[in-house]
């Protein structure tokens, strides 16, 4: 037990290491790269949903839109010429 | 001429059968559109080059799907109501073309949606693009000369000769992609020249989408139709009485 103390102090240091830079890996880059970082925080900021996005729920909206307002229209005419009909 | 049906003590010009055999198609049409949406937007695999945008494919091709065939439609009706002067074959025709100038207008809206994104511009004086557009005013033409003739006889044979010389415009278009130089992506589906090159997947989504719009089409032309009948007893009664 004595003897692995040791290898189990290096291996909790490495941990220990590794997750210490883990955690300043972002802060070393924005200080050693300024540049990289910036680029990657704008990136992020764009994620939005964007014009692609808008685009295609504006096509299917409009589409059911237009195709909605025929049924409509259809059902309306209808019942205008059959309550005539009815009265005639 | 009497189109109505006897339906107890009421004369209604709308045969049951074609009603419900509307409503029944409809309700299906409908269905079959809520299962498009769920394939769109939730199942099918988004398209590598252009993205999201890629799916207005499936709102677009459907929509110039059946407006091609309402045109179909409405001109082989017009032939045989030229030959056989039959009013029901010239109010299929009214109907047919009215869900055809409907579904240009979405074709023509979805594609200049995706148009702006592909291409950076709503619009393009391409061939297709241009065909299309001509055939919503051959169409818009059929409406006008219907309104503007005094004579409703007369109106409708001409309206029957433009919905002819109109579809001819179907063919070109489908061709213009080919014949001409054009920015209009090449056909994927109905290319005789190479092997089919969509995903299986898009490829079930596309066949949903033309499925669920032509049965949706069939339902509502069936109370379009409905609306036409009506239309013309009412105005042979009112003829009656005023005589």
Not at chain 1, 16 to 36: I, M
Not at chain 2, 53 to 64: K, N, S
Request: some cysteine.
């Amino acid at each position: 037990m004595v003897a692995q103390a040791p290898a189990v102090n290096r291996a909790r240091r490495l941990r220990l290491a590794l997750a210490t830079v883990s955690l300043l890996a972002p802060v070393l880059t924005s200080v050693l790269a300024p540049g990289a970082a910036a680029a990657q925080a704008t990136e992020l900021g764009r994620q939005t949903l964007g014009r692609p996005y808008w685009h295609v729920f504006i096509a299917y909206a409009l589409a059911w839109l237009l195709i909605g307002w025929w049924v409509v229209s259809i059902a309306r005419r209808l019942t205008r010429v059959e309550r005539r009909l009815d009265s005639e | 001429m009497e189109i109505a049906v006897e339906r107890g003590r009421k004369r209604r010009p709308v045969g049951s059968g074609i009603r419900w055999t509307s409503v029944v198609t409809t309700l299906f049409g409908i269905a079959l559109i809520v299962l498009l949406h769920w394939m769109v937007f939730f199942w099918v695999n988004t398209e590598a080059t252009m993205g999201i945008v890629q799916r207005i494919f499936y709102v677009h091709v459907p929509a110039m799907w059946v407006a091609f065939l309402a045109f179909g439609i409405a001109a082989l009706s017009s032939a045989v109501y030229l030959w056989l002067r039959d009013e029901r074959l010239d109010m299929a025709a009214v109907a047919a073309c009215e869900g055809g100038m409907l579904f240009t207008t979405v074709g023509l809206i979805t594609g200049s949606l995706w148009g702006k994104i592909a291409w950076g511009t709503y619009w393009e004086w391409d061939p297709r693009l241009t065909l299309t557009l001509l055939l919503w005013f051959i169409y818009l033409g059929y409406f006008m000369v219907r309104a503007a003739t005094e004579n409703p006889e007369r109106g409708r044979r001409l309206s029957a000769v433009i919905a002819i010389v109109g579809a001819l415009d179907i063919p070109l278009i489908h061709v213009s992609v080919l014949w001409f130089r054009s920015l209009h992506p090449q056909p994927v589906v109905l290319d005789t020249r190479q092997p089919m090159n969509l995903d299986s997947d898009m490829l079930l989504t596309l066949m949903i989408g033309l499925l669920a719009f032509t049965v949706l089409f069939l339902g509502v032309i069936g109370f379009r139709y409905g609306l036409e009948r009506s239309r013309r007893t009412l105005d042979i009664r009112l003829a009656r009485r005023t005589a």
